[in-house]
């Protein structure tokens, strides 16, 4: 998830029954798992960014438990944008690096294109199957001369939560496969049916969050965003982000957005106070929403399978070579990344798997979520997932994401910008942060 996002929802609730929906509190810089390295066994460092993750599912204690030569240590620094740059620090000076280190998804390309030299080919690895995964998620890891430099931890396939009570109060339906079909294929389709939401709705009840929450969504959908296969910035140009930002921002300029702010207290307050029916919402937000609404929403919040499917977030490990146990951090690497081990994942932390071969095992096709409704969100996000397209990342695209999503779309709307005026003022602040 990107990085403002693996911070904010941090604070969700540990769901209950199969899955333990949301994550729980922030990493501790410093923090270590583990009993520290005892006589004659091997420490294995794992670096990571927020409440990881695979320290809290048992995956460390599981795995020394199988390994009793290995101990493994983890030290967590609370936001990404503070991890990232420090872990480029230490890529280029060789030093101060962990055996394995978490890379975010939005920074993958950036490390694949300007660091693989420096990084252990992972897809040789004994116990590695590149069948296992999707191959959308495998792709992003790969470099040009056919070397695998991360593995894949988790994703983001999306579904539309939306709030059933409103939604009978507009007149709609309220069934999850009903809800579905309404807006099945075409994004166009959503802004279409809050139209009609928007006809029959109760005052101060919108039928989205925010535009900037559609726009994600939308642009999650193309395997095209904001580079081309040859690296090139090509965002101001390709049709699918134009239209993404165009299709956003008819949301805001024709009355269906709550005109919020994603991960801000106004945010919050509007899942407690029923302020919007819908929101674009992957795997991992479902804990998060279940924390902010409370036990006045349970059952009253569900899950259908969005428009189209779509990704937003997701993580991966890499070894450096300078580690000073890279062929041990690299087993272990392909371990906590192995089906069995992400489907354990997802089950204890809501962490959607990004290999495929997991989406068998009952913890995830078996997967329900009783805060809404007990959905069957494994069989939900398998679907999304697996339909989701092979993305070209860009060693920026959180630059870009980020500034058409909070200069461009939130002048239209919350100043009442036009379209535009919005998308004008995005391509300055990118060009100015790209320094083009």
């Not at 690096?97 to 294109?113: C, F, G, K, P, Y």
């Not at 919108?206 to 726009?215: I, P």
């Not at 919402?281 to 189209?308: E, N, R, S």
């Not at 490990?317 to 392909?334: D, F, I, M, N």
């Amino acid at each position: 998830m990107r990085s403002r996002t693996r911070t904010a929802v941090t604070a969700a609730l540990v769901g209950t029954a199969l899955l333990a929906a949301g994550c729980a509190q922030d990493g501790t810089p410093g923090r270590d798992a583990g009993t520290g390295g005892a006589k004659g066994k091997t420490t294995i460092t794992v670096g990571v960014f927020g409440a990881f993750g695979l320290q809290e599912a048992g995956l460390y204690d599981q795995y020394m438990a199988e390994h009793p030569d290995v101990v493994i240590k983890q030290t967590s620094i609370e936001r990404n944008e503070n991890y990232y740059p420090q872990l480029l620090t230490h890529l280029g000076t060789g030093s101060g690096l962990a055996d394995i280190q978490a890379v975010e998804v939005n920074n993958i390309a950036e490390i694949t294109a300007t660091q693989a030299d420096k990084l252990v080919d992972l897809g040789k690895t004994a116990g590695v199957d590149q069948a296992a995964f999707l191959p959308w998620k495998w792709a992003q890891a790969g470099t040009k001369d056919g070397r695998t430099v991360g593995l894949g931890t988790d994703i983001g396939p999306q579904g539309i939560c939306y709030r059933k009570d409103l939604f009978a109060a507009a007149g709609l339906p309220t069934d999850r496969a009903a809800v579905g079909a309404l807006w099945a294929g075409d994004w166009a389709k959503y802004r279409d049916v809050g139209l009609r939401y928007k006809a029959k709705a109760a005052k101060g009840k919108a039928f989205v969050d925010s535009a900037s929450g559609v726009m994600a969504a939308v642009t999650g959908s193309s395997a095209q965003r904001f580079y081309d296969a040859d690296g090139k910035v090509v965002y101001k140009t390709n049709p699918a982000v134009k239209g993404a930002f165009d299709l956003a921002a008819s949301f805001a300029t024709g009355g269906l957005s709550a005109k919020l702010q994603q991960f801000t207290p106004g945010w919050d307050q509007g899942f407690s106070n029923g302020s919007f029916a819908t929101v674009s919402c992957p795997a991992w937000m479902l804990g998060y929403i279940q924390d902010k609404a409370g036990d006045a929403g349970k059952d009253k919040w569900d899950v259908a399978q969005a428009p189209l499917p779509s990704n937003w977030g997701g993580s991966f490990l890499v070894v450096p070579k300078a580690g000073r146990h890279s062929a041990e951090a690299a087993k272990l690497a392909a371990w906590l990344t192995a089906p069995a081990q992400q489907a354990k994942l997802f089950e204890k932390r809501g962490s959607f798997p990004s290999a495929k071969a997991a989406y068998a095992l009952p913890a995830v096709s078996g997967a329900k979520h009783p805060y809404f409704g007990n959905a069957p969100i494994g069989e939900i996000f398998a679907k999304a997932a697996e339909g989701i397209p092979v993305t070209i990342v860009g060693p920026k695209d959180l630059v870009i994401a980020q500034n058409l999503a909070d200069v461009g779309m939130l002048q239209v709307d919350q100043k009442g910008r036009t379209p535009q005026q919005g998308w004008e003022a995005a391509v300055k602040a990118i060009d100015n942060a790209l320094d083009q």
